[in-house]
């Protein structure tokens, strides 16, 4: 199983980009996708997660708004739309996926259940 995660770079506060996540090895028609982000002396956090069964999308508190998930299962990729930057998005983002198939309910499924990780994309916020 491979992810790699591409679209980051250096952009305006207010700005926006588009983040992908092509995904190998298994496919994105059973499997939960999330995003989760790290910015440097700080813990990571989870951004977003998309259902494998059906497509239901779950949003962090902090982004919530203003990014939006979503996945095209033809291409096996999923993409993050982040809109209206602030200068506190700037971390790097990593797409990653379960070891096996688990739907978010109520909320994206444990971290700790997400066994196979992109090696991530810097997003940086300044001006």
């Known amino acids: 199983v491979q992810l790699q995660a591409s679209g980051g770079g250096l952009v305006q506060p207010g700005g926006s980009l588009r983040l992908s996540c092509v995904v190998s090895?298994?496919?994105?028609?059973?499997?939960?996708i999330e995003w989760f982000r790290q910015a440097p002396g700080k813990e990571r956090e989870e951004i977003s997660c998309?259902?494998?069964?059906?497509?239901?999308?779950f949003y962090g508190d902090s982004v919530k708004g203003r990014f939006t998930m979503s996945r095209d299962n033809a291409k096996n990729t999923a993409y993050l739309q982040m809109d209206s930057l602030k200068p506190e998005d700037t971390a790097v983002y990593y797409c990653?996926?379960?070891?096996?198939?688990?739907?978010?309910?109520?909320?994206?499924?444990?971290?700790?259940?997400?066994?196979?990780w992109g090696q991530g994309t810097l997003v940086t916020v300044s001006s």
């Open positions: 990653a996926a379960p070891n096996q198939v688990v739907e978010p309910v109520n909320g994206c499924p444990s971290p700790v259940l997400f066994r196979y």
């Open positions: 090895g298994l496919s994105l028609d059973y499997y939960t």
């Open positions: 998309i259902s494998g069964s059906d497509g239901t999308i």
